[in-house]
T-cell receptor
Framework: AQKVTQAQTEISVVEKEDVTLDCVYETRDTTYYLFWYKQPPSGELVFLIRRNSFDEQNEISGRYSWNFQKSTSSFNFTITASQVVDSAVYFCALTFNQAGTALIFGKGTTLSVSS | DAGVIQSPRHEVTEMGQEVTLRCKPISGHDYLFWYRQTMMRGLELLIYFNNNVPIDDSGMPEDRFSAKMPNASFSTLKIQPSEPRDSAVYFC??????????FGSGTRLTVV
């Protein structure tokens, strides 16, 4: 069975703090894909990153970085120097095929950044 | 590309009424998914299609829910009769091999 766990329900930080959102996944498949989505207060789901199981390199995009560790089945997301605009719900998701199956989502982590 | 288009954005209906949600996927995408988001259950898959054919409808809560995809550019999710517990945000998403999953803006359904 496939499962995504985001143990942090809510996180509150002050602007400019760094924050890490945890994601732990379960799958028996050797080929799988991990995703992060952002859901701002306006409600849409915004794609942030896709990572396949064969690529364990960390990725950095501006203030965002992702740490993928197969040994611990984790795909954590770090925001450096957080801003108020980062306030949103963040979802980690998993699928075992590039497009042939549905995404399985974690419950999400609500990030609140105050000024 | 205009992205995945859902309509209506908001729907308020009375219990017992029929509700139809609509989705236009991105042109060329051959997979279409319907998700429901609630506070209690998070984002859960209802049904998905490949080349207009339903592949997995195990997430459809009960017979009151039905989904169709008559062609590659249109899908509907129908609830008949609607109940207050159906109140949620319903998302449609589409994808194709080697691309990401793109979500529509969602339909916020309120059943009173």
């Amino acid at each position: 069975a496939q499962k995504v766990t985001q143990a942090q329900t809510e996180i509150s930080v002050v602007e400019k703090e760094d924050v890490t959102l945890d994601c732990v996944y379960e799958t028996r498949d050797t080929t799988y894909y991990l995703f992060w989505y952002k859901q701002p207060p306006s409600g849409e789901l915004v794609f942030l990153i896709r990572r396949n199981s064969f690529d364990e390199q960390n990725e950095i995009s501006g203030r965002y970085s992702w740490n993928f560790q197969k040994s611990t089945s984790s795909f954590n997301f770090t925001i450096t120097a957080s801003q108020v605009v980062d306030s949103a719900v963040y979802f980690c998701a998993l699928t075992f095929n590039q497009a042939g199956t549905a995404l399985i989502f974690g419950k999400g982590t609500t990030l609140s950044v105050s000024s | 590309d205009a992205g995945v288009i859902q309509s209506p954005r908001h729907e308020v209906t009375e219990m017992g009424q029929e509700v139809t949600l609509r989705c236009k996927p991105i042109s060329g995408h051959d997979y279409l998914f319907w998700y429901r988001q609630t506070m209690m259950r998070g984002l859960e898959l209802l049904i998905y299609f490949n080349n207009n054919v339903p592949i997995d409808d195990s997430g459809m809560p009960e017979d009151r829910f039905s989904a169709k995809m008559p062609n590659a550019s249109f899908s509907t999710l129908k609830i008949q009769p609607s109940e207050p517990r159906d109140s949620a945000v319903y998302f449609c998403a589409s994808t194709q091999m080697w691309s990401g999953y793109t979500f529509g803006s969602g339909t916020r359904l309120t059943v009173v």
